[in-house]
């Protein structure tokens, strides 16, 4: 895969995606956004297990490229922000589990990439904001991400303040799952990946897809969803396999 905006590292059994505009502050303009969705679609047929999405330079990724907005005519921005909407889906839709590792500031879109990833890494440094809320153009779809991490009364605050909330906080609202030390950010983010990457591939991709599928449904729907879609699984190679490999208390073998 070759791409200008973008760095890809296939290491073993995962994926680094990185971020590389840094003196754009990683501004997700239109053709860096086109760039994450085709390294993810591109990455979603391969046999990697996890993704890891990072950032070079001093910001994470300061949010849309003005560049893409001023001056630009309505279809023009509505193509930038569905766009932006469409890889934030893509991310929960692809099989492999996806980490974001953050190392500074992530605001408005950037922040939207991290809450959109199935798990996030933040060093004890980075910092999250929706600053929509202190200008002119508020961050309706940010917040889609967001609001769904932190919950309406945490989600409010951080749209109509605008004002950045630090790691330690992201942690305590549910928008990342560990904050470390800027130099174990690496190990953390590692250690996370291969945790939640271990066991059945077929299975693990068949439950992110499930647990984003019933979140969006009622209570009631989710649970006669969730039955089906389990009592079905429970006939996968896979799910036999690890049943027995139980029972005859030994190691299991997966399917490639």
């Not at 956004?33 to 391969?46: G, S, V």
């Not at 889906?89 to 605001?107: M, N």
């Not at 190679?237 to 490999?245: I, K, L, R, S």
Request: one cysteine or more; hydrophobic letters at 45%; proline letters at 4%.
């Amino acid at each position: 895969m070759s791409f200008e905006h973008l760095l890809v590292d296939h290491a073993g059994a995962h994926v680094t995606i990185t971020l590389n505009r840094p003196q754009q502050r990683n501004a997700l303009s239109l053709q860096l956004i086109q760039e994450l969705a085709r390294a993810f679609e591109q990455i979603a047929t391969t046999d990697a297990t996890g993704v890891v999405l990072a950032a070079n330079g001093p910001v994470f990724s300061a949010g849309h490229d003005f560049r893409d907005v001023g001056g630009k005519s309505l279809e023009e921005v509505a193509l930038l922000v569905s766009t932006c909407a469409d890889l934030m889906q893509l991310i929960g839709r692809v099989p492999q589990v996806v980490v974001a590792k953050v190392h500074a500031l992530a605001t408005a879109a950037g922040a939207q990439l991290v809450a959109s990833c199935d798990l996030a890494v933040a060093a004890d440094g980075a910092g999250f904001a929706a600053p929509g809320g202190k200008g002119g153009w508020f961050c309706h779809t940010p917040m889609v991400a967001i609001a769904r991490d932190v919950g309406r009364k945490r989600a409010m605050e951080i749209a109509l303040t605008g004002d950045v909330i630090d790691a330690a906080t992201a942690l305590d609202w549910g928008m990342v799952n560990r904050v470390v030390p800027t130099d174990e950010l690496d190990r953390a983010t590692l250690d996370l990946l291969t945790a939640a990457t271990r066991g059945s591939r077929h299975s693990k991709s068949r439950g992110k897809a499930v647990l984003h599928e019933q979140l969006a449904m009622s209570q009631q729907e989710a649970y006669a969803h969730a039955v089906q879609v389990m009592a079905e699984a429970s006939q996968h190679p896979d799910a036999q396999e690890g049943v027995a490999a139980f029972l005859e208390k030994r190691h299991p073998h997966w399917q490639p």
